[in-house]
């Protein structure tokens, strides 16, 4: 850079020529000034990135006419939002806990509170039966943070490979734990009575995806050759699997 291959030559004039120091602090200031700016630029580009998906994929499509979805919903003119756009009512009733897993998840996001679009923030209340769980599962869109209200929870998660370490912890009424996004995880009623429990998520959507559910579920079903070698189960054990999920 030119300011660069001057300076030398500068300074060494300025010396020999008994120019005045303002001269070289002239140059001096004209470098610092080069990389500052520089210095900026090169932050710019650094906090440049893609905005975080907020559903599961958005496949690029060369006309636009033919678009359908956003990365998220379409936003109302703002001179046309009313108080219902930003309110939800009935985290205050319990959800219906009698299932295979005795839980229940009462979801808040963006799909029942339409203010919450851009916002990247939801929540949920999560009713356990005696001795129910929150089965295995990850948020692929964000962090949850969990805080008991009622009963006795055993939670964790699992980190990433190749550790694979498990975190848990037994909470109480009160207590707080947070699940990292991305991780598997899981809670666990270990008392014989009914507990209660609400959750903020780092995203209008953080979407789930059961463990179980996912593997031995989808639609149509994974081969169960790949499962049999994956878990290292017995192929009468992965096809009955899929038949219950």
Known sequence: MPVFQ???TLFSTAISNKQPNRVIMKGIHSIFLACFLALAFACFLASAFDPSPLQDFCVAIN???DAVFVNGKFCKDPKLAVADDFFFSGLNKPGNTYNRVGSNVTTVNVDQIPG???L?????????APYGENPPHTHPRGTEILVVVQGTLYVGFVTSNPENRLITKILYPGDVFVFPIGLIHFQYNVGNTPAVAFAGLSSQNAG???IANAVFGSNPPIN???LTKAFQLDKNVVT???SIF
Do not use: A, C, M
């Not at 990247?120 to 356990?128: E, H, K, Q």
């Open 208 to 210: 789930v995806i059961t």
């Open 224 to 226: 169960p050759d790949v």
């Open 120 to 128: 990247g923030i939801s929540l949920v209340r999560i009713d356990y």
């Open 240 to 242: 009955h699997l899929q």
């Open 116 to 118: 919450l679009n851009t």
């Open 6 to 8: 001057s300076f030398p």
């Open 63 to 65: 006309d636009p006419k």
